[in-house]
């Protein structure tokens, strides 16, 4: 990943920045210019909550060369605490453990890593919610 | 008053036991249990390092600040002898990720394993001086030990954040002392994979010289003996050390032990004694007073005395408890995917 990626995405990447519309209330994550739901064009920042429940998943057995290391592992999308759903690897579990409607928790982990010289990318990975 | 405002530590969930490194390498597992006192280590996976581990556990250390603006804190330093860069800080990440940034002083500490206390020491002084209203202090680490080497047993890894500050204080920081002397007692070299230690040198004039040497000036300065303090936490390069140390200082294993975490834990090098301190904090009630004492190779420690106050009653439940995060939801592997995820075997690119 280009090191301007990382820095332009890292609001909603490393703190789960979002966007509520000042004027429908629809939460887009990643934040965005003009609301999908009524166009309007003002949010106001909210952080997203850290647990939801997984609602489908797909496990990867052949992975891209930067994943190759953690194969076999999931995608899921999850539904968090405030109705939003998004998409990140779920990790810390077997891929036989993962069931849909498991709680998850969000954690902070290292997301890939371009070969052993490239920029390290850091953001959101779901982790079984056990506490 | 001056003092932490917030703690928290996180753990990865993977361990290995001492058998199973034991078995690899035709060592004898009993003897390593019983001279070094060590039963398993945390290990981290691929996507866990002192960067996400400093992150989490932070926000821990926030969850048990209040209603602490991530804006007002004025400082993050994070020790540690495994940032994942060479160059270019950890904290700017964790910075960022807590949302700190932009106004904010930011430096990464290196002093083997007490690089956790000296943010600590700095964030307590620049609070108490008015420079900044909050510092965060981390001590992180994701230890290197060369395969085979006793250091193997026990190179571990985890994080313990702790946010300084002048309100709301959890525990007051009473008395601070440091102690150093240049010992070569373990480094690693620059473009070194593994460090290197001096063996049985690493202990008498080495650890014991300098734990006991920053315990002794921290207690004479508090006018305290072992029977004025509740509780006690070292450095634990292994769990047989910390708990002669306190032995020598005349505390009894009761003051040690919520704080001995290495035996199931590993060292966790930077993380250790602030890993420790997070354990003792909760159980710890109102009143009570707890010296932590730090021991970083090279060689120097950092010794503290902490009162606790009556908010930690308040606050030790809201983030999951450090003997949770050390006792439950574990993952034991086996050495082949220990060398995985460590990174000990060489691939092509």
């Given at each position: 990943?280009?090191?301007?990626?990382?820095w332009?995405?890292s609001?909603h990447?490393?703190r789960?920045?979002?966007?509520?519309?000042?004027?429908?209330?629809?939460?887009?994550?990643?934040?965005?210019?003009?609301?999908?739901?009524?166009?309007?064009?003002?949010?106001?920042?909210?952080?997203?909550p850290?647990?939801?429940?997984?609602?489908?998943?797909s496990?990867?057995?052949?992975?891209?060369?930067?994943?190759?290391?953690?194969?076999?592992?999931?995608?899921?999308?999850?539904?968090?605490?405030?109705g939003?759903?998004?998409?990140?690897q779920?990790a810390?579990?077997?891929?036989?453990?993962?069931?849909?409607g498991?709680?998850?928790?969000?954690?902070f982990?290292?997301?890939?890593t371009?070969?052993?010289?490239?920029?390290?990318?850091?953001?959101?990975?779901?982790?079984?919610?056990?506490? | 008053?001056?003092g932490?405002?917030?703690?928290?530590?996180?753990?990865?969930?993977?361990?290995?036991?001492?058998?199973?490194?034991?078995?690899?390498?035709g060592?004898?597992?009993?003897?390593?249990?019983?001279?070094?006192?060590?039963?398993?280590?945390?290990?981290?996976?691929?996507?866990?390092d002192?960067?996400?581990l400093?992150?989490?556990?932070?926000?821990?250390?926030?969850?048990?600040?209040?209603?602490?603006d991530?804006?007002?804190?004025?400082?993050?330093?994070?020790?540690?002898?495994?940032?994942?860069?060479?160059?270019?800080p950890?904290g700017t990440?964790?910075?960022?990720?807590?949302?700190?940034?932009?106004?904010?002083?930011c430096?990464?500490?290196?002093f083997?394993?007490?690089?956790?206390?000296?943010?600590?020491?700095?964030?307590?002084?620049?609070v108490?001086?008015?420079?900044?209203?909050?510092?965060?202090?981390?001590g992180?680490?994701?230890?290197?030990?060369?395969?085979?080497?006793?250091l193997?047993?026990?190179?571990?890894?985890?994080?313990?954040?702790f946010?300084?500050?002048?309100?709301?204080?959890?525990?007051?920081?009473?008395?601070?002392?440091s102690?150093?002397?240049?010992?070569?007692?373990?480094w690693?070299?620059?473009?070194?994979?593994?460090?290197?230690?001096?063996?049985?040198?690493?202990g008498?004039?080495?650890?014991?010289?300098?734990?006991?040497g920053?315990?002794?000036?921290?207690?004479?300065?508090?006018?305290?003996t072992?029977?004025?303090?509740?509780?006690?936490?070292?450095?634990?390069?292994n769990?047989?050390?910390?708990?002669?140390?306190?032995?020598?200082?005349?505390?009894?294993?009761?003051?040690?032990?919520?704080?001995?975490?290495s035996?199931?834990l590993?060292?966790?090098?930077?993380?250790?004694?602030?890993?420790?301190?997070?354990?003792?904090?909760?159980?710890?009630?109102?009143?009570?007073?707890?010296?932590?004492?730090s021991y970083?190779?090279?060689?120097?420690?950092?010794?503290?005395?902490?009162?606790v106050?009556?908010?930690?009653?308040?606050?030790?439940?809201?983030a999951?408890?450090t003997?949770?995060?050390?006792?439950?939801?574990?993952?034991?592997?086996?050495?082949?995917?220990?060398?995985?995820?460590r990174?000990?075997?060489?691939?092509?690119?």
């Amino acid at each position: 990943m280009f090191p301007s990626r990382i820095w332009r995405e890292s609001k909603h990447r490393y703190r789960l920045e979002a966007g509520k519309c000042t004027k429908c209330g629809k939460v887009v994550f990643p934040y965005r210019l003009i609301c999908p739901v009524c166009g309007h064009r003002e949010f106001e920042k909210v952080i997203l909550p850290e647990t939801g429940k997984l609602l489908t998943y797909s496990i990867i057995r052949v992975a891209p060369s930067q994943f190759t290391d953690q194969a076999p592992y999931a995608i899921g999308i999850a539904e968090l605490e405030n109705g939003v759903r998004l998409l990140a690897q779920v990790a810390d579990c077997e891929v036989d453990d993962i069931k849909v409607g498991m709680d998850v928790r969000i954690e902070f982990r290292r997301v890939q890593t371009d070969s052993h010289h490239g920029v390290l990318s850091y953001g959101y990975k779901f982790v079984p919610k056990w506490y | 008053m001056v003092g932490i405002v917030g703690y928290g530590a996180h753990l990865p969930r993977h361990r290995i036991k001492v058998e199973e490194i034991a078995k690899t390498w035709g060592a004898d597992a009993p003897s390593y249990k019983k001279g070094l006192m060590l039963k398993e280590k945390s290990v981290p996976p691929p996507d866990t390092d002192t960067i996400t581990l400093s992150v989490e556990a932070t926000k821990n250390a926030l969850r048990r600040a209040g209603k602490l603006d991530p804006a007002d804190i004025g400082a993050v330093y994070i020790g540690s002898e495994s940032h994942p860069y060479a160059v270019k800080p950890s904290g700017t990440v964790v910075a960022e990720a807590i949302g700190a940034v932009p106004d904010i002083h930011c430096a990464d500490y290196e002093f083997a394993c007490k690089a956790g206390s000296e943010a600590m020491f700095v964030c307590l002084g620049l609070v108490k001086s008015g420079y900044i209203k909050y510092g965060l202090a981390i001590g992180a680490d994701t230890s290197q030990g060369a395969p085979s080497d006793a250091l193997e047993y026990s190179a571990a890894a985890g994080a313990a954040a702790f946010i300084m500050g002048g309100e709301n204080v959890i525990a007051e920081a009473l008395h601070t002392y440091s102690y150093m002397t240049d010992t070569p007692d373990f480094w690693r070299r620059e473009y070194e994979f593994y460090p290197q230690h001096g063996g049985r040198f690493t202990g008498e004039p080495a650890y014991f010289k300098h734990t006991l040497g920053a315990a002794r000036g921290i207690m004479e300065r508090a006018g305290a003996t072992a029977k004025d303090i509740t509780y006690a936490v070292f450095h634990q390069p292994n769990g047989k050390f910390p708990l002669r140390a306190g032995k020598t200082l005349g505390f009894s294993k009761e003051q040690i032990e919520p704080g001995l975490l290495s035996p199931t834990l590993g060292n966790t090098y930077s993380g250790a004694s602030p890993i420790g301190l997070t354990s003792i904090l909760d159980v710890a009630k109102p009143g009570d007073t707890i010296m932590m004492v730090s021991y970083g190779s090279g060689a120097g420690s950092d010794a503290f005395i902490w009162k606790v106050t009556e908010r930690i009653n308040e606050v030790r439940d809201s983030a999951v408890r450090t003997r949770k995060l050390l006792d439950e939801n574990l993952t034991y592997i086996d050495y082949g995917t220990y060398a995985k995820f460590r990174h000990k075997i060489r691939k092509n690119e």
